[in-house]
């Protein structure tokens, strides 16, 4: 019967199944459905009879049913079936059984090397209260599929039968192809036709293929299975690597073939990885921990050579106890005797045959010193070495912790350098650079090894001082620090004089947290530098209130410059020889609306710490300048130049605009500079000097005699005028020194052809010793104190040095 005609058969017997069915829906009886009724459809059936769901005997069954399991049915037990049949009755039947409708199942069964596939159906019946009946039907022949031929063809590899060739002598010369593969073929390049009945001598020419004859030759008769390698050489010019596996029964031998090539390519790639690679790597048996296998950079790195190398076990590295520190490094030591610092990656793989293991190494003695220098590099300030803010802070929490556990008091200095950004912005910035690192060696000698330095950033320093807050002792450190900071610095040929500010804040009186500590010590420090710097400064409640005070003048002074309450007035210079008005000299004034005249000496360096200074500067240029412009020539007008407006580097342009604006001829502008302007000698600052002396207008120098190298400033700038401070001036004819002071300068001015200028002269003695000395101009209360605009050219009209006499009108 056709596969159509069993499907068809099948499907009637389900048909007549369903046509047999109750009207209630429950299953049909056996007589229903068998008795009577079955006709053709009974031979391919067998009747199965269940207990308790499951399947127990077969009833009967027809004679193809029988036929086609080999044996009688009557009577049989469902558990004697062969096991693929058994299988799939046990499924139908209890699929239908517990179901009450029919069930299918396919069976396979191996005979002779052939694999049929047959379809199964069953429908239940009922028989009178009992357990169900299963009526199963055979299904004609699905597939019929040669065993070998399919199990041949599913593989990839490649399968060839062989059989001996024998001469005369029994002797074993060749073999050949009986049977092969599609796997064989295309692993040879060739169709299968083409190979079948081919001698293998013909096919593997030369002396591989005799080689693989002759181990072929001892298959026949030799138990067990034997393998061989093969390299073979494609007519398309592809070299292939086979292994092979051989068995024999008589003179027929089966050979399986694998392609391994990309294996050998994958060993060939470890040898080269292994062998050529960078890093120290080896192989060790798994057993005993000796060395197999060594790379050369194994060789070079440890300093044994290979033959060395391989006499020695793994252990025979270590330099320590063998066990990793608690960051996993080993500590191995090479045939010199030296100790490196290790990190092993291992893992295991075969060797020959054998367990092993694969380690590479990465010496981490340097990845580890750089680690430190790392820490170091966050941890410390680049240019001085010392602490940076990041570890300060840390010692500082350290300290405040101990606090808490123990109870324990410190201090906390809070430094910062006056006159350093003159240096840097004069001398240049590898100078300033230079200058503070020599100010942390200083303040490291000044310290002890468990206080702690550190650079905040800039020119500001900290210093953390574990120990209780003694006032003593306190005193005592920040004088010494004052002290260092205040002697001169030597640096790449230039001497630079700095000095230092202190705000102190003591632990735990002026805070118990890193930031209140460090905003108290801040206070204090911004205190000490309104006070006038190279001093310190213990915080006090009091400060944070002056602090609010000093911020609402700053803002004041800008309200009050951009508002226009800013004045300026003129205390006259007088020739020493005709007693007459021969220049005025430009002083800033602010009267508040509220607190009336403030003083000069509080709001200019305020001015200048907040950076008004230059705009309020280049205001002071422009009004002296249109004022002198209405007097007499040649009458002139000077006008004081502070550090930070001298150091910006369009003072010359804003001098010139002054004078054009004005229309002032420039050699009636005069321009005081302090010796701190010139505080160090350089380009920059002996260009600005130049190109407003280029400019037409005269430099005096103001407050001579009160700095540190003023005969030096002399050689290096002709100044048209020196001015003698007034802390000489106020004991001239009654202290020796002063007399001598004023004497030398009066006579270096002479010789050098320098005017000379005495301040603050108020007594009529004063000036009679001036005189004497050869004085060119004097100031001072005893000629006139500042005047209004007004009231200086009132002063100016009045003709003969009597007038300056007569006229005391303040400002």
Same mark, same amino acid.
């Given at each position: 019967?056709?596969?159509?005609?069993?499907?068809?058969?099948s499907?009637s017997?389900?048909?007549?199944?369903?046509?047999?069915?109750?009207?209630?829906?429950?299953?049909?009886?056996?007589e229903?459905?068998?008795?009577g009724?079955?006709?053709r459809?009974a031979?391919?059936?067998a009747? &199965?009879a269940t207990?308790?769901?499951?399947?127990d005997?077969i009833?009967w069954?027809g004679?193809?049913?029988?036929?086609?399991?080999?044996?009688?049915?009557?009577?049989?037990?469902?558990?004697?079936?062969?096991d693929e049949?058994?299988?799939?009755?046990?499924e139908i039947v209890v699929?239908?059984?517990?179901?009450?409708?029919p069930?299918?199942?396919?069976?396979d069964?191996?005979?002779?090397?052939?694999?049929t596939t047959h379809?199964?159906?069953?429908?239940?019946?009922?028989?009178?209260?009992?357990?169900?009946? *299963?009526?199963?039907?055979?299904?004609?022949? $699905?597939?019929?599929?040669?065993?070998?031929r399919a199990?041949?063809?599913?593989?990839?590899?490649?399968?060839?039968?062989?059989?001996?060739?024998?001469?005369?002598?029994?002797?074993i010369?060749?073999f050949?192809?009986?049977?092969?593969?599609?796997?064989?073929?295309r692993? +040879?390049?060739? /169709?299968d036709?083409?190979?079948?009945?081919?001698?293998?001598?013909?096919?593997?020419?030369?002396?591989?293929?005799r080689?693989?004859?002759?181990r072929?030759?001892?298959?026949?008769?030799?138990?067990?299975?034997?393998?061989?390698?093969l390299?073979?050489p494609?007519?398309?010019?592809r070299?292939?690597?086979?292994?092979?596996? &051989?068995?024999a029964?008589?003179?027929?031998?089966?050979?399986t073939?694998t392609d391994?090539?990309?294996?050998?390519?994958?060993?060939?790639?470890f040898? %080269?990885?292994f062998?050529?690679n /960078?890093?120290? $790597?080896?192989?060790?048996?798994?057993?005993?921990?000796?060395f197999?296998?060594?790379?050369a950079?194994? =060789?070079?790195?440890?300093?044994?050579?290979?033959?060395? +190398?391989?006499?020695?076990a793994?252990?025979?590295?270590?330099?320590?106890?063998?066990?990793?520190?608690?960051?996993g490094?080993?500590h191995?030591?090479?045939?010199?005797g030296?100790v490196i610092e290790?990190?092993?990656?291992?893992?295991?793989?075969?060797?020959?045959g054998r367990?092993?293991?694969l380690?590479a190494? &990465?010496?981490?003695?340097?990845?580890?010193?750089?680690?430190?220098?790392?820490?170091h590099m966050?941890?410390?300030d680049?240019?001085?070495?010392?602490?940076?803010?990041? %570890?300060?802070?840390?010692?500082?929490?350290?300290?405040?912790?101990?606090?808490?556990?123990?109870?324990s008091?410190?201090?906390?200095f809070?430094?910062d350098?006056?006159?350093?950004?003159?240096?840097?912005?004069?001398?240049?910035?590898? *100078?300033?650079?230079?200058?503070?690192?020599? *100010?942390?060696?200083?303040?490291?000698?000044?310290?002890?090894a468990?206080?702690c330095?550190?650079?905040?950033g800039?020119?500001e320093?900290?210093?953390?001082?574990?120990r209780?807050?003694?006032a003593?002792?306190?005193?005592?450190?920040a004088?010494r620090i004052?002290?260092e900071m205040?002697?001169?610095?030597?640096?790449?040929?230039?001497v630079?004089?700095?000095?230092t500010?202190?705000?102190?804040?003591?632990?735990?009186?002026?805070?118990?947290?890193?930031?209140?500590?460090?905003?108290?010590?801040d206070?204090?420090?911004?205190?000490a530098?309104?006070?006038?710097?190279?001093?310190f400064?213990?915080f006090?409640?009091?400060m944070?209130?002056? =602090?609010?005070?000093?911020r609402?003048?700053?803002?004041n002074l800008?309200e009050?410059f951009?508002?226009?309450?800013?004045?300026?007035?003129?205390?006259?210079?007088?020739?020493a020889a005709?007693q007459?008005?021969?220049?005025?000299?430009?002083?800033?004034?602010?009267?508040?609306?509220?607190?009336g005249?403030?003083s000069?000496?509080?709001?200019?360096?305020?001015?200048?710490?907040?950076?008004?200074?230059?705009p309020?500067g280049?205001w *002071?240029?422009?009004?002296?300048?249109?004022?002198?412009?209405?007097?007499?020539?040649?009458?002139?007008?000077?006008?004081?130049?502070?550090p930070?407006?001298f150091?910006?580097?369009?003072?010359?342009?804003?001098?010139?605009?002054?004078?054009?604006?004005?229309g002032l001829?420039?050699?009636?502008l005069e321009?005081?500079?302090?010796?701190?302007?010139?505080l160090?000698?350089?380009?920059?600052?002996?260009a600005t000097?130049?190109?407003?002396?280029?400019?037409?207008?005269?430099i005096?120098m103001?407050?001579f005699g009160t700095?540190?190298?003023?005969?030096?400033?002399?050689?290096?700038?002709p100044f048209?005028?020196?001015?003698?401070?007034?802390?000489?001036?106020?004991?001239?004819g009654e202290?020796?020194?002063?007399?001598?002071?004023?004497?030398?300068?009066?006579?270096?001015?002479?010789?050098?052809?320098i005017?000379?200028t005495?301040?603050g002269?108020?007594?009529?003695?004063? +000036?009679a010793?001036l005189?004497?000395?050869?004085?060119?101009?004097?100031?001072g +209360?005893?000629?006139?104190?500042?005047?209004?605009?007004?009231?200086?050219?009132a002063?100016?009209?009045?003709?003969g040095?009597?007038?300056?006499?007569r006229l005391?009108?303040?400002?």
């Amino acid at each position: 019967m056709s596969s159509h005609n069993a499907a068809r058969a099948s499907g009637s017997l389900v048909q007549h199944w369903q046509e047999s069915r109750r009207a209630d829906g429950t299953i049909p009886s056996y007589e229903s459905v068998v008795l009577g009724r079955l006709g053709r459809l009974a031979d391919r059936c067998a009747l &199965v009879a269940t207990r308790d769901g499951q399947p127990d005997t077969i009833l009967w069954g027809g004679k193809g049913f029988a036929d086609w399991l080999g044996q009688d049915l009557r009577g049989l037990s469902l558990a004697a079936l062969p096991d693929e049949v058994h299988r799939s009755v046990a499924e139908i039947v209890v699929s239908a059984a517990r179901s009450a409708a029919p069930a299918e199942a396919r069976c396979d069964r191996l005979a002779e090397g052939i694999v049929t596939t047959h379809r199964l159906v069953g429908v239940p019946l009922s028989r009178g209260g009992a357990d169900p009946l *299963v009526l199963i039907q055979l299904g004609e022949e $699905m597939v019929r599929t040669e065993l070998a031929r399919a199990l041949f063809g599913a593989t990839e590899q490649g399968m060839l039968a062989l059989t001996a060739l024998r001469d005369a002598a029994g002797t074993i010369t060749d073999f050949k192809i009986v049977a092969l593969n599609q796997g064989a073929a295309r692993m +040879f390049g060739r /169709p299968d036709t083409e190979l079948q009945w081919k001698r293998l001598g013909e096919l593997l020419s030369g002396a591989p293929g005799r080689d693989v004859i002759a181990r072929l030759a001892g298959a026949p008769g030799r138990p067990g299975r034997g393998a061989f390698e093969l390299t073979y050489p494609r007519s398309d010019g592809r070299l292939l690597h086979l292994k092979g596996e &051989v068995g024999a029964v008589g003179d027929l031998v089966a050979v399986t073939l694998t392609d391994v090539g990309d294996i050998k390519a994958r060993e060939e790639s470890f040898r %080269l990885l292994f062998e050529d690679n /960078p890093l120290p $790597m080896w192989l060790v048996d798994a057993a005993d921990g000796r060395f197999v296998a060594v790379n050369a950079a194994a =060789v070079t790195h440890y300093g044994h050579d290979r033959e060395t +190398f391989l006499t020695l076990a793994l252990a025979d590295l270590s330099a320590g106890t063998g066990e990793t520190d608690s960051d996993g490094i080993l500590h191995h030591r090479r045939a010199d005797g030296s100790v490196i610092e290790v990190s092993l990656f291992e893992r295991a793989m075969p060797f020959e045959g054998r367990p092993a293991r694969l380690g590479a190494v &990465v010496d981490v003695t340097e990845s580890r010193r750089n680690a430190a220098r790392i820490d170091h590099m966050a941890h410390h300030d680049a240019l001085t070495e010392l602490p940076n803010r990041v %570890l300060f802070a840390k010692r500082l929490d350290e300290t405040l912790a101990r606090r808490k556990a123990k109870g324990s008091s410190a201090f906390l200095f809070c430094l910062d350098l006056d006159k350093f950004k003159i240096v840097n912005d004069t001398l240049g910035h590898p *100078v300033g650079d230079a200058l503070l690192r020599e *100010v942390g060696a200083r303040l490291l000698g000044c310290l002890r090894a468990e206080d702690c330095v550190a650079r905040l950033g800039g020119d500001e320093f900290a210093i953390l001082v574990p120990r209780p807050a003694e006032a003593e002792f306190i005193q005592a450190l920040a004088g010494r620090i004052i002290a260092e900071m205040s002697a001169p610095f030597h640096i790449a040929g230039q001497v630079c004089h700095i000095g230092t500010s202190i705000g102190v804040a003591c632990l735990p009186r002026d805070g118990e947290d890193a930031e209140t500590l460090l905003r108290n010590a801040d206070l204090a420090l911004y205190r000490a530098k309104a006070d006038g710097g190279s001093t310190f400064r213990c915080f006090k409640p009091e400060m944070d209130a002056w =602090v609010q005070a000093r911020r609402r003048r700053e803002n004041n002074l800008r309200e009050a410059f951009a508002r226009g309450e800013l004045s300026l007035s003129y205390q006259p210079l007088i020739d020493a020889a005709t007693q007459r008005v021969c220049a005025f000299e430009a002083l800033l004034r602010w009267t508040d609306p509220v607190e009336g005249p403030i003083s000069p000496g509080e709001f200019i360096p305020l001015a200048e710490e907040t950076g008004l200074i230059g705009p309020i500067g280049a205001w *002071v240029l422009r009004q002296a300048c249109r004022e002198a412009a209405a007097w007499p020539d040649p009458v002139r007008i000077a006008v004081n130049l502070s550090p930070v407006q001298f150091r910006n580097r369009e003072l010359v342009r804003t001098v010139a605009e002054a004078l054009e604006a004005a229309g002032l001829a420039p050699q009636r502008l005069e321009l005081e500079i302090t010796e701190s302007v010139l505080l160090a000698e350089n380009d920059a600052n002996v260009a600005t000097l130049h190109a407003l002396r280029a400019l037409g207008v005269r430099i005096a120098m103001d407050d001579f005699g009160t700095g540190y190298s003023s005969l030096g400033y002399l050689r290096s700038f002709p100044f048209d005028k020196i001015k003698i401070d007034r802390s000489f001036i106020s004991q001239v004819g009654e202290n020796p020194h002063c007399n001598a002071i004023v004497r030398a300068v009066t006579g270096l001015g002479a010789s050098l052809g320098i005017a000379t200028t005495a301040e603050g002269v108020e007594t009529a003695a004063q +000036f009679a010793h001036l005189q004497a000395e050869g004085c060119s101009e004097v100031q001072g +209360f005893l000629f006139s104190r500042p005047l209004t605009a007004e009231a200086a050219r009132a002063l100016l009209a009045q003709d003969g040095a009597e007038a300056a006499h007569r006229l005391g009108t303040a400002a």
